[in-house]
């Protein structure tokens, strides 16, 4: 909906509310017309119903104000008498409407000074809940939002089971385009798993000033922008429609703000002609053919900080649940003999020993002579330096990568003419709003789905020519600000060099606490905790540092403060 059609949607609820209280307005002392004035009526109805002022700002804080009306509904009909069970039910489920049948056919009296105390102990329960439910949605809509990292794109400096903070506040918190969602979910109800939200209607973008601005570097969340594509490299004309603020949510490393010229060269990336230099913290990874003729001990790669690699295992299966056990580590199984013999090729995690045992696992590992690793420059500096390694060479993608940005089955391009890859790509303009850009029909491709689908125009072409809302277009002026997200692990990550540009409007927030961090795969409640990743920094000089110790500190401080406050106090009542 446009801003417009926000308005005179506003104008309406406004006429609703109006026609369906104007009598109670009355019996309660005010002026009928005062229900109908948008905004001032409902700080009328918030003295009406003795509810604090400040309840009508709730009312126009979308997905919040859901929660809110049924409130307002309720206590609108209790101020006029009606308290039963069955005023309550009509109440929420005609959406207020019962309303209008007792401003319009029953006689009700006003009580003015009625008790705001629940009456019985579920009522009181489920007032501190509903309480609850509204402050916690504020805070996660308009300043902090839990996420937690599903993916290794950002190794090593997010790891996957990293809980994080996300702050909302620091590039400016984004109103909920969605109005109609349930609180604290993203685009799918726990347990049930359908959709938590109603496409219609949808409030125009909008966005509060910040703290900062997105700088190169910066680790920021956002909305994926290409997640209106069904299977999106496989069926791009199979697609389903969501709205920006219910896409999926992706955390990458910004390494282009509008503005930026981008290239990579041989997978580093230069910005305005300039190496870009990462932070410290950052420790960018990129494949290794690591080769060994005495073979490459799954230790050694471990040793030097490397988890993402391949493991070969000889085993003999015995019986059904045997092979259930190892089908769930293994990526791929290859028959040696008819009697029940495999190899075995899992990720760098291998077959956990305590499922070895038991399931009494007749299995060896075998050392592999050639081997594809993910590793830190500094681990590659470590294994070549190994006398076990023959030669540690990174893999650098040549000539035209299938299903690079821009990609002939999604946006049109020429792949005869764009031969990118991942590794060498480029140079790249990032829009910025404000500015033009020419438009041929060699460069439409960079900006096709920004004009089509970002910023909502018309476009089409008919032979050589370009239109843009039915008229014949040479130059685009960009409406809004555009970024150019990467992952840290260059081989192993879907980011911009795969679905182009994140628009301004799809920035969620800047990751900045780790508050917890759970290994999956490590043996035992307390190795499956990274202990020292907790209430960790994300940003910031130097390594990460946790504030953990400092945190039970002051949770004790607060403990022991509490139990003699308690106890000083008992003795004042003796």
């Known amino acids: 909906m446009t801003a417009y059609q926000w308005f005179v949607f506003f104008l309406i609820v406004q006429l609703i509310h109006g026609l369906g209280t104007w009598k109670l307005y009355e019996k309660a002392g005010r002026k009928s017309w005062e229900a109908f004035i948008p905004v001032y009526n409902s700080i009328i109805l918030m003295k009406i119903i003795n509810r604090p002022t400040w309840w009508t700002f709730l009312l126009f804080l979308p997905v919040i104000n859901l929660m809110m009306f049924p409130i307002v509904w309720v206590e609108t009909l209790r101020s006029f008498g009606k308290n039963s069970s069955t005023d309550t039910f009509l109440g929420v489920i005609t959406c207020g409407f019962y309303i209008y049948y007792i401003n319009y056919t029953q006689n009700v009296e006003y009580i003015k000074d009625r008790s705001l105390t629940p009456t019985t102990k579920t009522g009181d329960t489920i007032g501190s809940l509903l309480f609850a439910i509204i402050v916690a949605t504020f805070v996660h809509t308009y300043f902090i939002q839990p996420f937690v990292i599903p993916s290794s794109s950002l190794e090593k400096s997010l790891l996957i089971g990293d809980f994080l903070f996300v702050s909302k506040q620091n590039y400016g918190a984004r109103t909920p385009m969605t109005t109609i969602a349930a609180p604290m979910v993203h685009d799918t109800l726990p347990f049930i798993k359908t959709k938590s939200y109603s496409t219609f209607p949808q409030l125009p973008y909008f966005r509060f000033p910040g703290f900062e601005k997105i700088k190169n570097n910066d680790i920021v969340v956002f909305n994926w922008p290409r997640d209106t594509l069904f299977h999106m490299y496989l069926s791009a004309d199979k697609r389903y429609e969501k709205p920006i603020d219910k896409k999926t949510n992706y955390v990458k490393r910004c390494v282009g703000i509008p503005g930026d010229s981008l290239q990579i060269k041989d997978g580093i990336v230069w910005i305005n ?209 555009y970024y150019w997200m990467m992952g840290d692990n260059r081989h192993n990550s879907l980011d911009a060099r795969y679905f182009g540009y994140t628009p301004e409007d799809h920035i969620v927030g800047k990751p900045i606490f780790i508050w917890m961090s759970w290994d999956s795969n490590g043996q035992g409640i307390m190795n499956k905790i990274r202990w020292e990743r907790l209430f960790t920094t994300v940003s910031g000089e130097g390594q990460p540092q946790s504030y953990f110790k400092y945190f039970l500190a002051l949770l004790a401080l607060y403990f022991v403060g509490e139990y003699f406050w308690t106890k000083r106090k008992a003795k004042k009542t003796e």
């Open 273 to 481: 002609g300039k190496e870009l230099i990462l932070p410290e913290r950052a420790k960018p990874q990129y494949n290794y053919n690591v080769y060994s003729k005495k073979g490459i001990s799954a230790e050694l790669l471990k040793e030097v900080g490397c988890t993402e690699f391949m493991r070969c295992f000889e085993v003999t299966l015995y019986n059904e649940e045997q092979s259930n056990v190892i089908q769930r580590y293994a990526r791929r199984v290859e028959e040696i003999s008819k009697d029940g013999r495999y190899k075995i090729f899992t990720d760098g995690n291998g077959i956990p020993e305590s499922d070895i045992k038991k399931y009494s696992l007749n299995i060896q590992e075998i050392y592999l002579l050639n081997n594809m690793a993910t590793l830190t420059f500094d681990a590659a500096k470590k294994l070549k330096a190994s006398t076990s390694i023959d030669s540690v060479v990174r893999y650098i993608k040549k000539g035209r990568e299938e299903n690079i940005f821009p990609c002939k089955h999604h946006d049109g391009a020429d792949e005869n003419k764009i031969a990118w890859s991942g590794d060498n790509y480029g140079p790249i303009y990032i829009p910025q709003a404000g500015k033009t850009v020419a438009l041929t029909l060699e460069s439409l491709p960079f900006y096709k789905i920004i004009i089509k689908e970002y910023e909502g125009n018309k476009l089409k072409v008919v032979g050589n020519d370009i239109y843009i809302n039915d008229k014949i277009a040479t130059t685009y002026t960009f409406k809004q600000n």
